[in-house]
């Protein structure tokens, strides 16, 4: 069964801190892995990794795959609280139009 | 990327009823996933959306409970009968696009009371 386990469950960080979160995968015909920020109702699209060892980059957000561990982490530095949410990973299979497989998501909450 | 409108945004409704929610894409998509989420929990997908077949149902869904219509390759409704403060939820409209990415819709919050 395909799984996808994110890690911490949740967070709490104060402004300024840098913090990484986890995804590990188990899943059949890997073609991607999605990273995604839910704050209210609709999750946005943050980054779409493919390859192993190349780092994603949007501002403050980062983020990398390896394939060979089945991992994923999204770094976020210098946090504000307009970072507070739920991040979501999620992998896409290659096969054909099949929903993504979700973690449970990180909840993080960042204070000032 | 494709842009779903989702509707209604919010409702609250009695137990009992039925609420029909509507996703409307701005261009055709083969597939469209319909997800609940509760309260604390992620996204669970309900039901897979053809247009021209019968929707795909994940185990613990069945059609007399999310009844789905696709009646072409840019709409399509799920509708909560029989509604039950267990349905209270998030409930979001999913297409591909592109080379594997996914948009959604804007979410209903449902509350059953």
């Known amino acids: 069964e395909d799984k996808v386990v994110q890690s911490p469950l949740s967070l709490v960080v104060h402004e300024g801190d840098t913090v990484t979160l986890n995804c590990s995968y188990e899943?059949?015909?890997?073609?991607?892995l999605l990273w995604y920020k839910q704050e209210k109702k609709a999750p946005t699209f943050l980054f779409m990794l493919?390859?192993?060892?190349i780092e994603k980059k949007s501002g403050r957000l980062s983020s990398i795959l390896d394939k060979k561990e089945l991992f994923s982490i999204l770094n976020i530095t210098a946090t504000q609280t307009g970072d507070s949410a739920v991040y979501l990973c999620a992998i896409f299979r290659n096969s054909g139009n099949t929903p993504l497989v979700f973690g449970k998501g990180t909840r993080l909450s960042v204070i000032a | 990327s494709a842009v779903i409108s989702q509707k209604p945004s919010r409702d609250i409704c009695q137990r009992g009823t039925s609420l029909t929610i509507q996703c409307q894409v701005d261009?055709?998509?083969?597939?469209m996933f319909w997800y609940r989420q509760q309260p604390g929990q992620s996204l669970t997908l309900i039901a897979t959306a053809n247009q021209g077949s019968e929707a795909t149902y994940e185990s613990g869904f069945v059609i007399d409970k999310f009844p789905i219509s696709r009646p072409n390759l840019t709409f399509s409704t799920l509708t909560v009968s029989n509604m039950s403060p267990e349905d209270s939820s998030i409930y979001l409209c999913?297409?591909?696009w592109g080379a594997g990415g996914y948009t959604f819709g804007s979410g209903t919050r449902l509350t059953v009371v």
């Open positions: 261009s055709q998509v083969t597939m």
């Open positions: 493919t390859s192993s060892g």
């Open positions: 999913s297409a591909p």
């Open positions: 899943v059949t015909n890997f073609r991607s």
